[in-house]
């Protein structure tokens, strides 16, 4: 639906901002940032270099400590991708109790009860759900009930969802203030993969991707597993996994990372990892996106991953923004 040009845009704080795909997805449906925040210097130099000088850097407790003035007294939707590591299986599972991250829903739950915005939207891994035999997913009803929001939640994935080439299942949680805001809102409808991995490729790719023999553990494991130019593979710590249906396994922050995680093919030229671009749009970030080359590729590897697939955050912003004009 066009957004009406004459109407006031609606607003909204973009926490644990990262690279700013919360905010692409946002913009995408109509809506305005006017806050955004997150402590990782090199993710905001990213952001910096995309949306101009426009991210607060302090740690999000600090702010709350300081008595919130940085944050505009009104908007109308936090959103917030929250660090999803304490409620990973990856992870270490302590969710609420590990203190340094588990804790940080907090941090949005007394934003809420401060500034009363009229819309929540939360981004996480699948697990959160099923965290703690579902304590965690209960806990976080309670908490935002408290605060005044009921809501609804939904694990989507990328693939079926925002016509990326990419498995990637997250938990969607969208709250409202008002019962018939909340009947209102619907997750989008899935939609056809009409994209594939192999048609997202860069046409001309620089040697570092590509792997040879002086990767002396890893290439004679490569050579004798990465069969297919259809398939994409992975480099599970010993072994490689090859993906069965096509898509790309989800990208993951420690993608890069001594050769753990980062999607691999085989091309005319040989047998590669994906460049960051490839990432990015299997992301669904727009080509336009810069990806600062002063930063490492590790660097930028990690910021993709722990982003988010813009057109699904899209249609969620849509919807929300369909829910609170109507
Ligand atoms: C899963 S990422 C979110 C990525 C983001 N949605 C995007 O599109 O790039 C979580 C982010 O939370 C940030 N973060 C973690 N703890 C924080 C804190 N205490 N204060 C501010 N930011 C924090 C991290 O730096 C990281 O960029």
Not at 201 to 229: A, G, Q, T, W
Request: charged share 30%; glycine share 8%; aromatic share 10%.
């Amino acid at each position: 639906m066009p957004v009406n040009s004459n109407k006031k845009k609606l607003t909204f704080i973009d926490l644990f901002a990262g690279i700013g795909g919360i905010r692409l997805g946002f913009e995408s449906a109509g809506f305005e940032s006017v806050f955004a925040n997150d402590f990782d210097p090199k993710a905001s130099e990213t952001y910096k270099a995309n949306f101009g000088d426009s991210i607060d850097t302090s740690n999000i407790k600090d702010v709350i400590k300081d008595g919130m003035g940085k944050i505009p007294k009104k908007f109308d939707v936090l959103a917030a991708g929250f660090p999803c590591q304490p409620f990973s299986i990856a992870g270490h599972r302590l969710g609420f109790a590990d203190k340094e991250r588990g804790n940080l829903l907090f941090a949005v739950i007394e934003i809420l009860r401060t500034r009363k915005p009229k819309a929540v939207f939360l981004e996480n891994v699948k697990n959160l759900q099923k965290h703690d035999d579902e304590k965690t997913y209960k806990r976080i009803e309670e908490e935002m009930r408290g605060a005044g929001y009921t809501i609804k939640a939904e694990v989507l994935n990328s693939m079926h969802y925002g016509n990326v080439p990419q498995a990637r299942e997250r938990i969607y949680i969208v709250g409202f203030q008002t019962p018939r805001a909340l009947m209102k809102f619907h997750f989008p409808e899935s939609q056809l993969l009409t994209k594939s991995v192999l048609g997202l490729l860069e046409k001309s790719v620089d040697e570092r991707f590509y792997y040879n023999e002086e990767d002396e553990f890893i290439y004679p494991k490569l050579k004798k597993d990465v069969k297919s130019r259809e398939r994409v593979y992975q480099y599970r710590r010993i072994y490689v996994r090859e993906n069965k249906n096509g898509v790309c396994p989800t990208l993951t922050a420690s993608m890069g990372m001594g050769g753990h995680n980062v999607p691999i093919i085989k091309d005319h030229k040989g047998i590669r990892k994906l460049t960051m671009r490839e990432c990015a749009r299997l992301q669904g970030f727009p080509e336009s996106f810069i990806l600062p080359s002063h930063l490492s590729d590790t660097s930028i590897y990690k910021q993709i991953g722990n982003s988010v697939t813009v057109p699904v955050i899209a249609k969620i912003a849509e919807n929300i923004r369909v829910a609170l004009e109507s």
